[in-house]
C-alpha cells in the first residue's frame, strides 16, 4: 500500500480521497449525523494519472483492508463465472470490514450495453456489479472504488446515485503538481548540482505522474550505465526522450531519405518560429526513436487552458509544416506525415464538433452523440473540417515558400549535426521576424468600437 506522502501532483483528488478515510476512521460520527458514507468512488482520467494510486492511498491511510481485481479479471469465456468472481470478491470484503473493493479498469465490464456487441456474459456480469452496489446498508464499512479511462463509455446504470455516486477526475499534474512528484521520485537518488528539478517539471508539460516516475528511473539507470555517482541533468535529458519517443533506433536510412527527413523537421521548427512566441521548439533531430524517424519538440512557455480558435489554426499549420516543406522543395510528399495528419485531424474534429469553431457554425456544437444529424449537417460538418485542415496547409505551403532561406539553413544544420536544439534554431533563425502572435494576445480586451469606450483600465 501507499502513504500519503507518496502522493503527489493530486491536491483535488486528494482532499475528496481525505474525506473518505476521515469516513472510514469515523463512522461514528458520521452516522450520529445521519450522513451516509458514499459507497462508491468512480476515479476517471487518462492512464497513469494516480487512479490506482489514490486507492491504495486510502486504504493505508484508513487501515481498511484492501480488496483489489482488474475488471478484465472478471470478463470469462463461459456465462455465470464473471458474476461468480464479483459475488466472492465481495463477500470477501464484508467479512473483513472494513473495507476498499477497488476494481481497475472498469471499462472491461461496464460499457454501454447495446444491441450488438454485448454478449450475455458481459451482461450478467454487470448485472452481479450492479446487484453488488445495491446490496449495501448504512451500517456496512465498505467502500467500492473504482478506475476508468473513459467515464463516456460507462453504461448509465452504473453512474445513478448510490452506485458510483461520486465521481471524481484524476487529470495529468499542473506545473506545481510535476514538479512534487519529481520529489518524491528523487528521494534517495543522488542527485548532481546541476539538476533543478523545477527545470524538468517546466520541460514535461502534459506527461503524468507515471511518466515522471520512469523518468526519474530512466535517469538514474543513464547514469549507473555511465558509472557516474551522481544523476546530471543530461541524464534525465536522456531519460526524457526516451520516454517520450521511445528508443533510439539504429534504422539505416540513405541520404536521400535523411535529406527529405531533414527538410521535414526543419519545417516543423521554421513554422514554430513564424507563430511567435506561443510555440517555441526545444529540440528537432533526425535520429530515429520508437516508430518516429525524426521529430521536433514543443514545449509552451506556459500552461494555458484557454485557446483561441486562431491558436488551434496556428497549431494545425505547425503540424502540416512538415508536409508543406516536402511539397515546396522535392514536389511531392512522403508517406512521413502520417502521425501530422491524425493530429491534425483529430484537432479539426474538436474545432467543429465540440468547440463551436467553424466558419460556418459558431453558436452549437454538431456531435452526434448529442443528438441526430441530419444528412446535410453530417455534410456540413465534414466540409467544415477539411475547410480548416485544407485552408492550414495552404497558409503552411505559402509560409514555408517565403521562408526557403531559413528552411535551408534548418535543414543543413540537421543534416550536419542530426539534432538541433533551441539555442542553435535561433541562431539559424535570427533575421526571421514571426508571422503570428495570437498566443501573445489572448486575454486583451478588445476595444469597443462606437459610441461606447472601452474603461482605460478594462484588463481580462
Known amino acids: 500500500l501507499v502513504a500519503w506522502d507518496e502522493v503527489a501532483g493530486l491536491e483535488e483528488a486528494r482532499a475528496e480521497m ?5 469516513f472510514l476512521k469515523n463512522p461514528k460520527r458520521f452516522a450520529a449525523l445521519g450522513a451516509r458514507v458514499p459507497k462508491g468512488i468512480l476515479l476517471y482520467g487518462p492512464p497513469g494519472t494516480g487512479k490506482t494510486l489514490l486507492a491504495k492511498a486510502v486504504a493505508h491511510e484508513s487501515g481498511a483492508n484492501f480488496y483489489s481485481q482488474s475488471a478484465s479479471a472478471f470478463v470469462e469465456m463461459f456465462a455465470g463465472l464473471g458474476a461468480a468472481r464479483i459475488r466472492k470478491l465481495f463477500d470477501q470484503a464484508r467479512k473483513n470490514e472494513p473495507a476498499i473493493v477497488f476494481i481497475d479498469e472498469l471499462d ?36 467500492v472504488m473504482s478506475a476508468s479511462n473513459r467515464l463516456q463509455d460507462l453504461d448509465p446504470a452504473l453512474l445513478r446515485p448510490g452506485r458510483f455516486d461520486r465521481q471524481i477526475l484524476v487529470s495529468p499534474p499542473d506545473l506545481p503538481g510535476r ?4 520529489h518524491v521520485h528523487t528521494r534517495g537518488k543522488p542527485l548532481a548540482a546541476d539538476v533543478d528539478l523545477s527545470v524538468i517539471a517546466r520541460q514535461t508539460a502534459g506527461l503524468t505522474g507515471a511518466d515522471l516516475a520512469s523518468i526519474a528511473n530512466e535517469a538514474a539507470i543513464f547514469a549507473g550505465r555511465e558509472n557516474q555517482q551522481y544523476i546530471h541533468h543530461a541524464h534525465f535529458d536522456a531519460a526524457m526522450e526516451r520516454v517520450v519517443a521511445g528508443l533510439q533506433q539504429r534504422k539505416v536510412m540513405s541520404e536521400k531519405e535523411k535529406r527529405i527527413l531533414a527538410y521535414h523537421e526543419g519545417g516543423h521548427a521554421l513554422m514554430s518560429h513564424l507563430m511567435g512566441s506561443g510555440f517555441p521548439v526545444q529540440k528537432a533531430t533526425i535520429v530515429p526513436r520508437g516508430n518516429a524517424l ?3 519538440f514543443n514545449l509552451p512557455d506556459e500552461e494555458r487552458y484557454l485557446h483561441t480558435r486562431e491558436e488551434f489554426i496556428d497549431w494545425m499549420k505547425i503540424a502540416l509544416a512538415g508536409r508543406a516543406a516536402e511539397q515546396v522543395v522535392f514536389g511531392r510528399v512522403t508517406n512521413g506525415a502520417a502521425n501530422d495528419l491524425e493530429k ?15 466558419e460556418g457554425v459558431v453558436s452549437r456544437t454538431m456531435r ?6 441530419s444528412e446535410e449537417t453530417k455534410k456540413l460538418r465534414d466540409l467544415e473540417q477539411a475547410r480548416l485542415t485544407d485552408g492550414a496547409y495552404g497558409e503552411a505551403v505559402r509560409l514555408v515558400t517565403k521562408h526557403r532561406a531559413a528552411l535551408d539553413r534548418l535543414a543543413n544544420g540537421l543534416l550536419e549535426k542530426e539534432t538541433l536544439v533551441r539555442d542553435e534554431m535561433q541562431a539559424l533563425l535570427a533575421d526571421v521576424d514571426p508571422e503570428s502572435s495570437m498566443s501573445e494576445t489572448v486575454g486583451r480586451v478588445v476595444p469597443i468600437r462606437g459610441e461606447v469606450e472601452a474603461p482605460k483600465d478594462a484588463d481580462f
Request: net charge negative; aromatic share 8%; glycine share 8%.
Open 294 to 296: 525524426g521529430y521536433t
Open 179 to 182: 514538479e512534487a512528484i519529481l
Open 368 to 373: 452526434a452523440d448529442n443528438y441526430s444529424l
Open 18 to 22: 481525505e474525506e473518505i478515510v476521515d
Open 344 to 358: 491534425v485531424t483529430d484537432l479539426a474534429r474538436a474545432m467543429v464538433f465540440e468547440y463551436g469553431m467553424s
Open 108 to 143: 472491461a465490464v461496464g460499457m454501454a450495453r447495446s444491441g450488438s456487441g454485448f454478449n450475455r456474459e458481459q451482461d450478467q456480469t454487470l448485472n452481479q456489479l450492479l446487484v453488488e452496489l445495491d446490496g449495501f446498508n448504512n451500517r456496512d464499512q465498505v467502500v
